[in-house]
């Protein structure tokens, strides 16, 4: 009679973990995919914003990126993975304004940015409305296969090169790992996780339990 009280404990406790694993799984997909759909409706307003700003439109826009932007192999190499995000102005008269980058990457790639924008001169569309001034576009650099939740409204595959890179999954299995007992290493975790994918904010909520654990 024991024996099977105590089974019953057993296959009780066994099915509540699993609810909970199963549970905090839907939860990790649900936040994905909403994070996923705001990305979706962002990189819409980008393009209806350069379809409207950029000569040729946002096709031309693109292209234009491709032609002058290098993925360089020494990134792809060291496994230079992320979203990284080009904010700039341009006047309604068509006038370069300011430019900065969100999430930089590394400095070549800031650089290559940095150079498109500049080389954009003239091909805008004169406004009327100083709403079309302002743009915000993420561009994905990723290594051709790995798997990432991240987004970009342009995304560069970099071909591989030899070197096998960690998919998002990895880095959140490490943060899961060390959370409680190694905050340093969960927050390396934690940052590549936001290389990859800045909006979302989950992450960054992560981030701010560890550095307030860690006294920072």
Known sequence: M???????????IIVLVLILVHSSSLMAQSSTAEVQSLLKENNR?????????????????ERDFFMNVDYNQISRQSCTVGTTIMQFTVGCD?????FNIINPLNDYINSQLQKFFLMTKGNWNECQNSDYEYFEIPILFTIDGLETEAIGFITNYGDKVGVKCKCDKYFHEKFE????KKPKKALDAINELIKRNPYNENYIKEKEKLQEKLGN
Do not use: H, P, W
């Open 2 to 12: 024991l024996n099977s009280q105590r089974l019953t404990v057993f296959v009780t």
């Open 177 to 180: 790992k060390f959370k409680e």
């Open 45 to 61: 307003i980008v393009k209806t914003m350069l379809d409207y700003r950029y000569k040729g439109g946002s096709g031309a826009f």
């Open 94 to 98: 068509g006038t370069l304004g300011e």
